[in-house]
C-alpha cells in the first residue's frame, strides 16, 4: 500500500466520526395561545348600511327680492359677505316715482289751499249767520264746502305718502341674517319687482341627502348616521332631523344635523351612511386584529391550542371599536389576542 493510501484512510474515518457526533436538528415549537382572552367568532345581527349622496347647505334659504320695477342703482353686498336681517343690500330707482310724489305734492298744495279759503267762508258765515243776514241753509251749504275741502286734502296727503313709500321700497333688504352665496346682478341692470337680487343662508348648517323612495320607509327620525365631507378619513356622527314629505322625481329628500358642519362652502359634497335594513355579519373588537404592510391578521387559535396568524379581510363595524370581517374567518373560530401568545 502507498504512502498516499496510508494517509487518505486516517482522514477518512476522522471525518465519518465528526459527521455522527453532529446534533440532530430542533425542531420548530408551535406557539401556543393562554385560555384567557380568546374571543369565539359568531354571527350577529348588525344594521344593513347604504352611502347616501348628501350635500352641505343650510336649513333655509333667503332670496332678497326687489319689491319694485326699476333700475339697480347700488350693490352693497358681495358674495360671502355675512349680513343681519333688515339690512339693505342693494337699491333700485324708478324716475316715473319721483315725478309721481312731486305730482302729489303739488296736489297736496292746491287742496290745502282749498280747504284754507272754505275755512274761511266757513267762519265769515258763521258770523253773518249770528247777525240774522245769512239763512240755516247758508251755514248748512258752506259747512259741506269746507267739510269735503278738508277731505280732500286728506285724500291728497294719503296719496303723496303712498307715492313716497312706493319709492322707498327701492331698498332692497336682508330677508334673513346669514351669508350671502349668490350677490350677481351687476348694477345699472334693469330689475323687475318679484326679481332676486341675493340669495341668503338662513337656519344651521344641515346635510341634506336624497335617497329612492323604494327605501323612504328604512328612514326614521333620530336614527344615527355617519357624516363624511369631501370624502375624508374620518366620519362625523349625525343625526336625522328631518324627513320631508313629498317625493321629487323619485328621490325622498331628508336633512341630517351633526356638531361641527362646516358652514365656510355651502354646496360641499358630503357622503351620508343610511341604515337600508339588517344583516348577518362576523363582527370582532378592532383590537384582536393586526395590520403588518397594509394586510390585517388575526391570531387563529387551532383545536389543540397552538395558535396561527390569519390573513382576513375587515371593513369598518357598526362601532369605533368593532371590525367586520369579510373573509378569512367562519362562525365558531376562536381567536386570541396577538399579544398574548407565547
Known amino acids: 500500500m502507498s504512502m498516499k493510501s496510508l494517509l487518505i484512510l486516517p482522514l477518512a474515518g476522522a471525518l465519518l466520526l465528526g459527521g455522527c ?18 374571543l369565539t367568532v359568531v354571527e350577529r345581527t348588525i344594521s344593513d348600511l347604504k352611502p347616501a349622496p348628501a350635500t352641505l347647505t343650510t336649513r333655509d334659504m333667503g332670496e332678497a327680492r326687489a319689491r319694485i320695477t326699476g ?14 336681517q333688515g339690512q339693505v343690500i342693494a337699491i333700485v330707482k324708478d324716475d316715473r316715482l319721483g315725478l309721481l310724489t312731486a305730482a302729489y305734492d303739488a296736489q297736496v298744495a292746491a287742496a290745502a289751499a282749498e280747504a284754507a279759503r272754505a275755512q274761511a267762508d266757513l267762519s265769515r258765515t258763521r258770523t253773518l249767520f249770528a247777525q240774522g243776514i245769512y239763512a240755516e241753509a247758508r251755514l248748512d251749504q258752506v259747512e259741506a264746502i269746507a267739510k269735503a275741502s278738508g277731505a ?25 341674517g346669514g351669508r350671502v352665496l349668490v350677490a350677481d346682478v351687476p348694477p345699472g341692470s334693469v330689475v323687475t319687482a318679484g326679481q332676486s337680487v341675493a ?40 343625526m336625522i ?10 328621490q325622498l329628500v ?24 339588517e344583516r348577518q355579519a362576523l363582527v370582532v373588537p378592532r383590537r384582536y386584529v393586526s395590520t403588518r404592510y397594509g394586510i390585517d391578521y388575526v391570531r387563529l387559535v387551532r ?6 396568524d390569519t390573513p382576513v379581510q375587515t371593513r369598518a363595524g357598526p362601532t369605533a371599536d368593532e371590525l367586520e370581517v369579510l373573509s378569512g374567518l367562519k362562525s365558531g373560530d376562536i381567536l386570541s389576542l396577538p399579544e398574548a401568545v407565547r
Request: proline share 7%; net charge positive; aromatic share 0%.
Open 71 to 84: 333700475v339697480l342703482v347700488s350693490l352693497l353686498v358681495k358674495e360671502g359677505d355675512t349680513v343681519r
Open 152 to 176: 280732500a286734502l286728506a285724500a291728497a296727503k294719503a296719496q303723496r305718502s303712498a307715492s313716497a313709500e312706493l319709492g322707498a321700497q327701492g331698498a332692497i333688504l336682508a330677508p334673513a
Open 199 to 238: 340669495r341668503i343662508t338662513a337656519g344651521p348648517a344641515v346635510v341634506r341627502l336624497e335617497l329612492p323612495e323604494s327605501q323612504a320607509r328604512s328612514l326614521r327620525l333620530g336614527d344615527s348616521v355617519q357624516v363624511s365631507i369631501d370624502g375624508a378619513a374620518t366620519a362625523t356622527t349625525g
Open 21 to 38: 457526533g453532529e446534533a440532530a436538528p430542533e425542531k420548530p415549537v408551535a406557539r401556543v395561545a393562554p385560555a384567557a382572552g380568546r
Open 303 to 308: 383545536p389543540d391550542g397552538a395558535a396561527s
Open 241 to 250: 332631523s328631518q324627513i320631508y314629505p313629498s317625493v321629487v322625481a323619485g
Open 254 to 277: 331628508a336633512d341630517v344635523t351633526a356638531a361641527g358642519l362646516p358652514q365656510d362652502l355651502v354646496g360641499r359634497r358630503a357622503t351620508v351612511m343610511v341604515r337600508i335594513g
